[in-house]
């Protein structure tokens, strides 16, 4: 009986080892595409000289009122502008200072 049990106990550690071995071995091609992802979004910055009362409103402890205001300034020569100008207190521009670009308009050569 007690070979049984060794038996049955072997073959279930035999069982839980290949199943943590197929485990891990999926766990980096996730993490990988998961870190794709992350970089594709990180490069679809909103432009703040260009994006809609909607878009603006989308960023955090952006609202209607401060979505107003950052087109009311419009245009930026750099995001950095929205503290200078006091636009948005320091506190909110960090935490969208990642999410947001000013692109600057380029002039056609004739």
Do not use: H
């Not at 073959?11 to 992350?38: E, F, I, N, R, Y």
């Not at 878009?55 to 503290?83: F, M, N, Q, T």
Request: glycine share 6%; charged share 30%.
């Amino acid at each position: 009986m007690k070979t049984k049990y060794a038996k049955l106990l072997s073959g279930l550690c035999a069982v839980l080892l290949m199943a943590s071995a197929v485990q891990a071995k999926d766990t980096p091609k996730s993490a990988a595409a998961a870190s794709a992802s992350a970089a594709s979004a990180k490069t679809e910055l909103l432009d703040i000289n260009s994006a809609s009362k909607k878009d603006l409103s989308g960023l955090p402890k952006i609202g209607d009122v401060r979505s107003d205001a950052i087109i009311k300034g419009r245009p930026y020569r750099g995001k950095d502008e929205l503290l200078s100008k006091k636009i948005i207190p320091e506190d909110v521009y960090n935490g969208i200072k990642d999410l947001i670009i000013a692109k600057q308009k380029t002039t056609e050569k004739k």
